[in-house]
């Protein structure tokens, strides 16, 4: 496995190797209005058998980064910078014959609503089936891929009969875990999960995400979690990065960053989530709504809505800067944020 | 006790189950089965539950946009009582200023061809107050008060031009334009980004106060009722399982459903161990059920006596907590010092 010696170091064990790299990544979606900066110079490192989420709010890219990983960006999206390095290899350099040998058997993914993507006239099993044999290399026998299925079917907690059954006689929860053994069904090194709880019921989240964290401990699997619920980041994730209108403002342990939030966004998104536990407290808003990336504020993205906003936020783009154990922030001024969560702000 | 603003009493909702066009339906899914609560002027009422626990369904009886089969929602305002799930249709025009609806998707709950101000003004318009110039005024009055601020360069604007979070704030606006004293919220948060909801909770809270509302507060999220409500109901399958103190509720629950409902809650902190999850599975749907108690399938310490009895009556269990369930036992009042 190489390392790259431009990357920074990424939160988590020291001794871990690097399976993905993303590197300075740029995208952009060209539209009629001009160019939307979606994806604005990301870095971060996934180790192996690490978790990582990525956090913000609707349009702060956090889908755009997945999407670009698998090089399944829209039409109009263009990379513009950046490499996403697999084992060392730049997947923005690859064929797309190539691309497609690494979906699913490296690289496979838990689609936001995917529970409501089967095919209703097809049986669960050939639908899985119908992905392995595009991947599976040389080809699995009927026989072998549905003994792989059965599985991966009792991995995520499925009685392997259910493989024979149409996507109707599934509840959503069982179809959410049939969508995640099928991304399991080839074994690849990472999966991402987009927003792989948000449409089920706590009660069933609370399964999911119990069976996902056993499979990633158990077969030593890497996972990007992308998020807008940092509750279900807090649970899942060993790292956390938290993006702002296509910025990654904040990269560090989740307990880290949820004990000591440094970026202002960051403070503000944990001060102003509401919880069952801990004391009722009154919660600070965030005041505005997230820019426009058509045309992103100057400087640092965050400045019209942070109550630390300073000249220099305005003219100059705080880089990403270590400023702990792994921890990395971009803001000029992160040392005026305060230790604890909840105080009033100027 | 001051005299309860919404009294319900023994609310029932049954949807049939259609088995062709000419053949009389048999089956029913019982989504609200003798649900009884009260709200007191001035306080909230969260009403929490799973999806397809009956939660919408209730709201939506409230304000007469379903019919109730059974049961009894009884109002008060100024003075005089009436029963909203008996309103003859001549009645229903003055009933809907004084009982209004916020919906869960502001994206789909406003004319795309309408402005801000056609919206907002269209309940005063069907009610014949003021006069076009008056109703301006009212309106951009209202606008102000909601946080669309300066109201003149929201008025004329149309749905597109405005973030989800704005169209929330119309919504309330529209919500309260008639003046009314009860107001049913079915999450109207939900679809809003983190950072976004607070505001518009807080506004919530700020005008409830101001103009002395109350809500009905659907939601699936037990983090956000807590964050707005007074007491709470928890409801499963067409059940209000423990009604109370939101605060004594959460910190204490005591129907095992409520329990789990609660185990289940992801926390925003990484170092808070959950209690474990004791249930499994999803909600049903109640078609026909048994008798017996709802949660019975589902339940971890259901005994012998839960099979051959029917379903519990919500009973006071101590702290003010109203809870169906035969084997809470009863918390005696603390001796008087």
């Known amino acids: ?346 | 006790m001051t005299e309860p603003l919404v009294q319900v009493e023994s609310l029932r909702k049954l949807f049939p189950i259609s088995k062709g066009m000419f053949r009389k339906a048999t089956d029913f899914v019982h989504a609200v089965d003798d649900v009884s609560f009260a709200i007191r002027p001035g306080e909230s009422l969260g009403l929490v539950g799973e999806s397809g626990c009956g939660k919408t369904t209730t709201g939506r009886m409230l304000v007469k946009l379903l019919d109730a089969t059974d049961g009894t929602i009884e109002m008060s305002h100024n003075g005089t009582r009436f029963d909203i799930a008996h309103i003859e249709k001549d009645e229903m025009k003055d009933f809907r200023g004084k009982v209004q609806m916020i919906f869960q998707d502001p994206y789909e709950s406003m004319n795309p061809r309408r402005t801000v101000f056609d919206t907002v003004a269209e309940p005063l318009a069907v009610q014949g107050i003021g006069k076009p110039n008056e109703r301006e005024e009212r309106v951009a009055e209202l606008l102000t008060r909601v946080g669309l601020t300066p109201a003149a360069s929201f008025l004329f604007r149309y749905p597109h031009e405005l973030s989800g979070g704005q169209r929330q704030r119309v919504a309330i606006a529209r919500a309260l334009v008639l003046g009314p004293s009860f107001v049913v919220a079915d999450e109207p948060t939900s679809m809003l980004d983190v950072s976004i909801r607070i505001s518009i909770m807080d506004l919530m809270l700020k005008l409830a106060e101001e103009f002395g509302v109350s809500y009905l507060y659907i939601t699936h999220d037990l983090a956000v009722a807590r964050y707005m409500c007074d007491r709470i109901a928890v409801m499963y399958l067409g059940k209000i399982v423990e009604i109370g103190n939101t605060e004594t509720v959460l910190s204490d629950p005591k129907h095992p459903y409520t329990k789990a409902l609660l185990s289940a809650v992801p926390v925003p902190d990484p170092s808070y161990k959950r209690p474990p999850v004791e249930i499994k599975g999803g909600i049903n749907k109640a078609i026909n059920p048994a008798p017996v108690c709802r949660f019975l399938q589902r339940c971890p310490i259901a005994t012998d006596y839960c099979r051959e009895n029917d379903h519990p009556p919500l009973e006071d269990k101590g702290d003010g907590v109203q809870v169906a369930c035969y084997l809470v036992e009863k918390k005696s009042a603390p001796a008087p010092v």
């Open chain 1, 1 to 346: 496995m190489t390392m790259t010696d431009s990357t920074p170091q990424s939160a988590s064990a020291p001794s871990s190797a690097p399976v993905l790299e993303v590197d300075g990544l740029v995208m952009h979606y060209e539209t009629e209005q001009g160019d939307v900066s979606a994806v604005e110079n990301v870095t971060f490192t996934l180790n192996h058998g690490q978790a990582l989420g990525l956090v913000g709010e609707s349009g702060c890219g956090k889908t755009s980064v997945a999407m670009s990983l698998l090089r399944l960006q829209a039409e109009n999206a263009k990379f513009l910078a950046g490499e996403i390095r697999l084992n060392g290899k730049n997947l923005l350099g690859v064929t797309e014959a190539e691309m497609r040998h690494h979906r699913w058997n490296d690289i496979s993914m838990v689609f936001q609503g995917a529970m409501n993507a089967w095919n209703p006239v097809y049986r669960v099993g050939d639908q899985i089936q119908e992905a392995m044999d595009l991947h599976y290399d040389p080809p699995l026998s009927k026989a072998e891929s549905w003994e792989k299925m059965g599985e991966t079917f009792e991995l995520v907690g499925l009685d392997p009969s259910m493989l024979e059954r149409y996507p109707h006689e599934f509840s959503g929860g069982m179809r959410q875990r049939a969508v995640i053994a099928m991304a399991l069904s080839c074994n690849p090194q990472i999966i991402i999960a987009d927003e792989p709880t948000t449409a089920l019921d706590v009660i069933v989240q609370d399964q999911i995400l119990k069976e996902m964290k056993k499979i990633q401990a158990d077969l030593g699997m890497s996972i990007i979690y992308i998020s807008h619920d940092i509750a279900v980041i807090a649970e899942v994730t060993d790292t956390i990065g938290v993006m702002y209108a296509g910025k990654l403002v904040e990269l560090g342990p989740t307990d880290e960053v949820f004990a000591r939030p440094k970026h202002p966004y960051a403070y503000l998104l944990l001060s102003s989530t509401p919880s069952v536990t801990g004391p009722r407290r009154k919660l600070a808003p965030l005041e505005g709504e997230p820019p426009n990336l058509l045309n992103p504020p100057t400087g640092c993205r965050f400045h019209p809505r942070c109550p630390f906003m300073t000249q220099q936020c305005v003219d100059e783009e705080p880089p990403l800067t270590e400023i702990g154990q792994n921890h990395q922030v971009a803001c000029w001024n992160w040392d005026q944020v305060p230790v604890t969560i909840g105080e009033k702000l100027p």
